[in-house]
T-cell receptor, first 114, second 113 residues
Framework: KAGVTQTPRYLIKTRGQQVTLSCSPI?????VSWYQQTPGQGLQFLFE???????NKGNFPGRFSGRQFSNSRSEMNVSTLELGDSALYLCASSLEQGVRDEQFFGPGTRLTVL | GENVEQHPSTLSVQEGDSAVIKCTYS??????FPWYKQELGKGPQLIID?????GEKKDQRIAVTLNKTAKHFSLHITETQPEDSAVYFC????????????FGKGTMLLVSP
């Protein structure tokens, strides 16, 4: 069974631009969570989607948004990029909502904002 | 909300030695505690987890202990090998559908041959 895939793997943007990251969960998984990983803050939860609905949201500004499609694929968008948005963005999928089941992480998208 | 502290931030051991990583959490309602291993260029991978109804769980060379009274849990790796070198994260959460994982800041484990 294929794992969680994220595209693109690497991305370079400039301040003020916007970016869209994509995540394809493991087949059959309905929950997708997004995390931001930085050396200073570690892994921080962004949001979780289940059956196309956002069920949880972390403490991030409104510039960070996401959505989930009917096939469970998810995208996250960051508008008006800031230097501090440079990070590894990780997507994780699980069978059910929340953490009842193991979360399987993708390899991440490395975003660099110049 | 939940807060998870993890120590040490780096840990260097010789091959064959044991390694221990400790975490404390703040929310007494948390009842699910997973540990993740992250290798360079990869996403975190679950290596072991423990729920609040047990005090210890083992899986080959890896074990996790939980002390709910003191609100701390630990990862123990015995007979370390160079391939154990990675960043390890602990996490805590209330295991319900509306809860989210709160992670510790991570421990970089270096196992020297």
């Amino acid at each position: 069974k294929a794992g969680v895939t994220q595209t693109p793997r690497y991305l370079i943007k400039t301040r003020g631009q916007q970016v869209t990251l994509s995540c394809s969960p493991i087949s059959g998984h309905r929950s997708v969570s997004w995390y931001q990983q930085t050396p200073g803050q570690g892994l921080q939860f962004l949001f979780e989607y289940f059956s196309e609905t956002q069920r949880n949201k972390g403490n991030f500004p409104g510039r960070f948004s996401g959505r989930q499609f009917s096939n469970s694929r998810s995208e996250m968008n960051v508008s008006t990029l800031e230097l501090g948005d440079s990070a590894l963005y990780l997507c994780a999928s699980s069978l059910e909502q929340g953490v009842r089941d193991e979360q399987f992480f993708g390899p991440g998208t490395r975003l660099t904002v110049l | 909300g939940e807060n998870v502290e993890q120590h040490p931030s780096t840990l260097s051991v010789q091959e064959g030695d044991s390694a221990v990583i400790k975490c404390t959490y703040s929310d007494s309602a948390s009842n699910y505690f997973p540990w993740y291993k992250q290798e360079l260029g990869k996403g975190p991978q679950l290596i072991i987890d423990i729920r609040s109804n047990v005090g210890e769980k083992k899986d080959q060379r890896i074990a996790v202990t939980l002390n709910k009274t003191a609100k701390h849990f630990s990862l123990h790796i015995t007979e370390t090998q160079p391939e154990d070198s990675a960043v390890y994260f602990c996490a805590a959460t209330l295991n319900s559908g509306y809860s989210t994982l709160t992670f510790g800041k991570g421990t970089m484990l270096l196992v020297s041959p």
